[in-house]
């Protein structure tokens, strides 16, 4: 018997295993779909809206691959990940790309074999709790119950803070983020934690949002980013740089509304021109055509417009852009140059 | 005078191997054991060579780093430095509590409903059929979903606790009933304590002695001594003069709101409650048509006979019924044990920490270490299962039909 159950291990790890190759490329194309790996649903990151079309934050930027690669933004098999399943799902090569706002650490780098392609929004850790709990600082938490989605970085930041200042709590482990919110109305935990991105999202679904404050202290940096697997280079280039073509799009002033003018013909600005391919060869260089960047700038808009679409000020969300505006507005979202 | 001939020794061919019906499934086997070999030799190749294409391999180095996570239910000393071994011991214990805790109660849920199915009274029995039909036919994760979630919604929040005129009171100024789940006091032991928990075991055997010896006389002499209260007397009257003269060493820590929480008394989480009462009921309703079918597994005549002799119905159910049941009973309920502490992995949807919480979750979330963590959560239900089999196939050895 010790044998079968060993056996039956060995086929999944062994299947799991092998069903990753280098060439992700090729086997998108092949495919004429990319699987992309999101949240199970996270209002204005990764959620299917009413008619059961994927959209968020991050949505986006599988969209934009797509349609870099493929030609297509709606060429997305979107496959929901939780937080403890994503890892394996991408390791497996069950998914091309992981966009899940998953935060970009020292060993998920390394030890895991992920590369990180960039930062598409800096986080940081923060306490939602109710109003009426009358507590105006994460440090006047001493003995709370706290409830935190299991499996993710927030577990150890919390144990981390909680150690750091000799305070003690519960902790309240829950597997998903609605379940998250369905605890912490109850009154079952006192405080919910996670990447003060995600409360907003939260505090946004709630009947009365205005009773819940989020507590002044960040206690963590987390970077979230779009990861690809270890080893493939080259696939792991062309995510990257679809991201910083939209980022760049937005310093150079390229949205979904003027860039049919833009590409129509190469213009006076040089990075534009490159950028949507009216000038130089980019595209060939990461194995694609010329219009790559255009199409992945068309099918959402650049960085910021899609910021504003799904997370920004106007949207229920409300967050922000602080630390994510462009440099040139006093942020840190900064695109190498195209050239 | 007959002479033996030796029979013709056959001198042994390669062709016998499959013609000869003697060594014909010895060679299939043999085949059979090379193919197996050379599969399970692949398939553990092909696992090592895309791990190191991965650049990974196998190692189980990391159960000796930090944890840095916290676990709320820590039945031995435990916090974020403990390393990844001691977080998984933490969840091996969790789970044997939940299983432990699941197993008699199931035990006795199934019991009862198993019997009264059999009851004569319409009522008793239709609503016994109908415990069993609804919880052993919806899923029993669902159940512990649904008792969770009812629990989360229906009991007070600490909070409502507070204050003059709070929405919530304590029961009796001892329990506090909220949705963290059920705080009740806990017992402070204090300097010789042990004297009078020792006491309260010898009394125990005492009234095992006393039964014996009661029996013994009434078939030696026909001689009948009062068997109830004395056994009370001897149970109790012991200890609680022990206790009073050893100045009360054993006193009562009760919950109390202190800050967020309850504070004091010992905490029964909402999760460790929606889990163990879920697993017990969905359990219960099987082991219940497991004691149905033994009892009507006993033929009728016993019972017939039985009462002919002049006993009543709850005696011939305990002396006649029960004890030959029990032999149909006991083997199907070894494997509803084993059920039910293997369903006790469902516990991550309630967030209770056994070890597929900790070591199949956090520890392989945060250390990406999946193969090593599966193989080691296989290895332990493998280890606890082949534990509880065996050890009710000694209770069932003990109490099967005796062939002299």
Redesign the interface.
């Known amino acids: ?3 079968t ?3 039956g ?3 999944v ?2 299947l799991a ?2 069903a ?1 190759a280098a060439a992700t490329l090729d086997d998108v194309k092949a495919r004429g779909k990319l699987n992309c790996g999101v949240t199970t649903g996270l209002v204005g990151f990764a959620a299917p809206d009413a008619n059961g079309v994927w959209e968020g934050f991050d949505v986006a930027i599988c969209r934009a691959v797509a349609a870099a690669v493929l030609g297509d933004g709606n060429a997305v098999e979107f496959v929901p990940t939780t ?2 399943t994503r ?2 799902a991408l ?1 497996s090569g069950e998914i091309d790309l992981l966009a899940r706002n998953t935060t970009w650490t020292y ?2 780098d390394t ?3 992920f590369d990180f392609v960039g930062v598409n929004y800096y986080d940081g850790q923060g306490f939602l709790v109710p109003k ?2 009358g507590v105006s600082s994460a440090k006047e ?5 706290v409830c935190i989605q ?3 970085t927030t ?2 930041n ?3 803070f ?2 750091a200042n000799n305070i003690s ?7 998903t983020n609605a379940e998250g919110q ?2 912490y109305l ?5 405080t919910y934690t996670t990447d003060a991105s995600g409360l907003a999202s939260t505090r946004a679904a709630f009947e009365n949002p205005t009773d819940h404050v989020i507590l002044p202290e960040i206690i963590s940096k987390e970077p979230l980013g779009p990861l690809v ?3 493939d280079n080259d696939w792991g280039d062309i995510v990257r740089w679809t991201f910083y073509a939209l980022v760049a799009a937005e310093e150079m002033g390229i949205t979904s509304a003027n860039i049919g003018e833009l590409s129509a013909a190469a213009g006076a600005n040089p990075e534009i021109n490159r950028i949507l391919g009216t000038e130089g060869e980019l595209g060939a260089m990461i194995g694609l055509d010329n219009e790559w960047a255009k199409r992945a700038i068309a099918v959402g808009g650049n960085y910021g417009e899609i910021f504003e679409k799904n997370i920004g000020e106007k949207t229920p969300i409300g967050l922000a852009r602080g630390l994510n505006a462009q440099w040139t507005q006093g942020g840190i979202m900064y695109a190498p140059p195209f050239r | 005078m007959t002479t033996m001939t030796d029979p013709p020794k056959a001198s042994f061919q390669l062709s016998m191997l499959i013609y000869d019906t003697r060594y014909r499934s010895y060679t299939f086997q043999f085949i059979a054991l090379v193919l197996l070999m050379l599969l399970l030799g692949y398939l553990g190749a092909n696992l090592v060579n895309n791990l190191a294409a991965q650049g990974q391999n196998i190692s189980f180095g990391f159960l000796s780093s930090p944890a840095n996570y916290d676990i709320n239910q820590r039945p031995i000393e435990y916090d974020s430095q403990s390393s990844h071994l001691r977080a998984a011991m933490v969840g091996v214990l969790n789970t044997l509590i939940v299983a432990v805790l699941g197993c008699a109660t199931a035990t006795v849920f199934g019991v009862t409903a198993g019997v009264l199915r059999l009851s004569p009274n319409w009522l008793v029995r239709k609503l016994m059929a109908f415990y069993v039909e609804i919880f052993r036919n919806i899923p029993v994760l669902i159940w512990i979903l649904i008792i969770f979630t009812v629990m989360t919604a229906v009991l007070p929040s600490p909070n409502q606790f507070r204050g003059d005129g709070a929405d919530a009171s304590m029961f009796m100024d001892a329990f506090a009933f909220t949705n963290r789940g059920v705080y009740v006091p806990a017992p402070v032991w204090g300097p010789g304590s042990l004297v009078v928990v020792l006491t309260f075991l010898a009394s125990i055997i005492g009234v095992f002695a006393y039964r014996r010896y009661a029996t013994k006389l009434l078939y030696d002499t026909g001689r009948l001594l009062p068997m109830g209260w004395p056994s009370l007397v001897i149970l109790f009257v012991p200890t609680i003069l022990i206790y009073f003269v050893l100045g009360q060493p054993i006193s009562l820590n009760y919950p109390a709101l202190k800050g967020f929480n309850f504070d004091g008394g010992l905490h029964i989480r909402g999760s460790l409650i929606a889990l163990w009462f879920a697993l017990a009921i969905y359990t219960g309703a099987f082991i219940a048509e497991n004691v149905r079918a033994g009892i009507q597994a006993v033929s009728k005549g016993q019972t017939e006979a039985a009462a002919s002799l002049g006993l009543r119905p709850n005696r011939i159910m305990n002396l006649v019924i029960l004890p030959q049941a029990l032999r149909v009973i006991i083997p199907p309920l070894i494997s509803q044990y084993l059920n039910l502490t293997k369903n006790s992995s469902l516990a991550i949807a309630v967030g209770y920490m056994d070890v597929t919480g900790t070591l199949g979750g956090i520890t392989l979330n945060q250390t990406g270490r999946a193969i090593e963590c599966v193989l080691l959560l296989m290895l332990f239900y493998l280890t606890i299962s082949l534990a509880i089999s065996a050890i009710m196939n000694v209770y069932n050895n003990s109490i099967k039909l005796k062939e002299r």
């Open positions: 018997m010790k044998k159950v060993f056996l291990a060995l086929t790890a062994g295993a092998g990753s937080g403890k890892f394996t390791a060993s998920r030890d895991l074999k009426s709990l938490l001493d003995g709370a119950t299991t499996g993710t577990e150890l919390l144990a981390d909680f150690r709590y519960e902790p309240v482990p829950i597997e369905q605890q109850a009154g079952a935990c006192d697997r270890h080893g």
